[in-house]
């Protein structure tokens, strides 16, 4: 075997992986801090979409490497082979990003003692024009409040007649939402109907389509953190 050929081959397949490493690495940072902020990348299902389209990338990018390298193979064969799988890798990673995109946070909504992580398909299951939110300040996902009820009795009330006439459940009413503030802790307490703040961090009820249970609700950030199910 020639010795230069060798090496040159095994450069060539070092220099890929670490590229390819490098565009993976590209694309996590990517759906945590861009599609999923707020600590909503694990709750909100970006973890699960993200896991499933690195699983399938890496298992056909490393068979068709197994199937394409061969170090006795010239350098420019080995380079149009290697372009080849990138091509193919790359196109399978912009799909599963693609998807993933389709289902990021577009709002964030407390209604009804929880808050409600919400995405395109939950307007669109309901009906709702996500166009509504274009009036409320911020990027995705926005963090916006409910109008409910007080009373608990009016708000069982509001949801056995919602529910009997089909209407839409108050968490996914657009006309119904108003900014969720930060300004100050009390009035941000009053608002979640909060008898008192409870420091920086207040441990409240989240929901999504992915996950439900705990999060420490961080109020001037408007993020989470420490979710439990």
Request: with cysteine.
């Amino acid at each position: 075997m020639n010795k230069p050929l060798f090496v040159h081959s095994w450069r060539l397949l070092f220099n890929y992986i670490l590229i390819a490493a490098s565009v993976l690495c590209a694309a996590f940072l990517l759906v945590c801090f861009w599609l999923f902020p707020s600590g909503l990348f694990y709750l909100a299902g970006g973890w699960d979409g993200l896991k499933m389209v690195l699983m399938v990338d890496l298992t056909l990018g490393t068979l068709f490497l197994a199937t394409v390298f061969r170090p006795s193979k010239s350098v420019a064969l080995l380079k149009k082979d290697l372009l080849i799988v990138a091509a193919v890798q790359l196109l399978i990673l912009t799909a599963g990003l693609s998807m993933i995109y389709w289902t990021r946070p577009l709002a964030v909504v407390y209604a009804l003692h929880s808050f409600h992580v919400l995405n395109r398909q939950n307007y669109r299951s309901a009906g709702v024009d996500i166009a509504g939110l274009a009036v409320f300040t911020g990027s995705s996902p926005k963090f916006l409040l409910a109008t409910t009820p007080d009373n608990k009795t009016a708000l069982l009330a509001e949801q056995i007649m919602a529910a009997l006439n089909n209407k839409t459940p108050p968490e996914l009413d657009i006309s119904q939402y108003k900014q969720l503030p930060r300004d100050s802790a009390e009035p941000v307490a009053a608002q979640l109907g909060l008898e008192q703040p409870l420091g920086d961090c207040w441990r409240l009820p989240i929901a999504s389509n992915y996950h439900s249970g705990t999060a420490c609700y961080h109020w001037q950030e408007q993020r989470f953190s420490d979710f439990k199910p």
